[in-house]
């Protein structure tokens, strides 16, 4: 524990004595044996102290249940294990400051750990664990409240709090406003690249005006958001339609909207095209994207039961086109585990869609008995959503102009077209787009408006986000 956290706590606990009885008293040092919390604080003596002061208050130190419990000053309870109160403790000692690493093993914290006293400030909870065997040392772990909050599970207080990274859906509609940025901001500073990596989270897609129509600057442009995921098609592609990586996309026929790489266990995340021929060179081959977050969203709507199917069923998928100068032995692509169109968080949130006819494998086995009829209805009754014309955005691609969007998110697809038509792009892991739009929203954006939302759904100051120590909370 810090020489500064010391003396903001006895601060603290000064001002909570003098203003009321104190909310749990520090009983002497003991072994581990010893029973921590005896008694809750009388909640009239709670009430009217934390109401004024915002600061939750220990409810019980259940020795039964192995848990602490505290209550928020709206009333909300939420408990944690104890020891998931050791585990997770952020204190240099426990948890490494600069790489975020834990430095506690948990195979070594005793079964039968208990906390010898629990204090709450407007601040967080500081946890006293007994002495080591002898040390003569206790030790303390402070939580900031927005920690806990954030990371409770009994009950979870995040559930259905609204996300920072809020999405915004849209339909073709958006042609007249299309979210873009400069080549030249993008190259000139972070601030650039956070507002390119901001619109492609928003929206899912960005276009990036401006650039030096050659494949070097849209390679230094696309490594700005970070290193290209490179696949049996290569890292940076530069390419026409002549079909030496044995798949449709680099032929001139019309692709229907899909994702790509549906037969990789991680499909790739971001996807980058910019057009390096003039518009002498073809007729056709104008771009299509689609927000599939939206179209899900419809489909949900109108076909709850077929959407539930495309959540559940694994749908295989495969890559076996021959004729790959990467691979000489052929391409045998499938991803370890099928997975189903639909992909959602723990929370039950949509955060993948996979479609892709052309590379959809043989469906069947036994996940699939008594499921086709239903199947086929699905494919059709989301088809017809994403062909519709509020769906398509549908756009020329020009010269020193290009989209990248988010593979997990945004179907692509492209017109038929004749001539010659030379794109390049490259693809970048959807982790590392991830990585970089969090870092950059932790310099530039509303880090903490989250956070807030949280605190103060639960009665919380947003001082109780913990300043200095937000770090490693
Ligand atoms: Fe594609």
Redesign the pocket.
Known sequence: MSARLRTLQKATSALLQTSRPALQPRPPRRHLSAKPFSSATPRSAHNSASSALAVPRIVQGESAARTLTVELPNGQQTSFHYLWLRDHCREPRSYHPATKQRLVDTFLIPADLEPTAANCSSEGLTVTWPEREGSGDSYDSFFPWSFLMEHSYAPALRKGLEKADRKVLWTSEISENLPTVTYEEVMESEKGVYEWVKRIGTYGFSLVSGIPPTPEATEELIRRIAFIRETHYGGFWDFTADLKHGDL?YSDVL?QG???TTYFTDPCGL?LFHLLSPDSSHQGGHNLLIDGFRAASIFKKTHPTLYELFSTLPVPSHASGTGSESSPSGVHMAPLVPKPVFNHDENGELVQVRW?GDDRGVVGGPAWEGKMDEWFEGVRAWEAILRSKEATLWSKMEMGTAVIFDNHRVL???SSFTGERRLCGAYINHDDFRSRLKGLEKQFGEKSAEKERLLSKYGLKSSSIGGAREEYA
């Open positions: 996309a692709l899909h994702t790509d996807q892709n692509h697809g492209r």
